[in-house]
């Protein structure tokens, strides 16, 4: 964890929303995709099941920054919204 450093405001969303520490970690580690939002500001997508349901799970990082900053995070229902 030492590699990327949590918002508060993402610390509360992930509350909020009941997304774990490892989940967000995983989706930063090893997304299915990933985009750059702006210059700098990438956002982090993987596919979590819970309660036999598909989430997207998307992770907005600040990548200019040592340790990288989570910014915030969620999860929805409507992956294909969001998947390029």
């Known amino acids: 964890m030492n590699e ?4 508060s405001h993402a610390l509360k969303q992930m509350a909020e929303r009941n997304i774990s520490v490892d989940d ?3 989706t930063v580690s090893n ?5 750059e ?3 700098g500001q990438r956002i982090y997508q993987r596919i ?9 799970i998307r992770v ?4 200019e920054v040592i340790p990288k900053y989570i910014k915030t995070v969620y999860k929805t229902s409507k ?3 969001y998947l390029l």
């Open 60 to 63: 907005f990082v600040n990548e």
């Open 48 to 56: 979590f099941t819970f309660d036999n349901k598909q989430y997207l």
């Open 31 to 35: 997304p299915l995709q990933q985009c």
């Open 4 to 7: 990327f450093k949590f918002s």
């Open 37 to 39: 939002e702006n210059e």
């Open 79 to 81: 992956i294909k919204k």
């Open 24 to 26: 967000v970690l995983k």
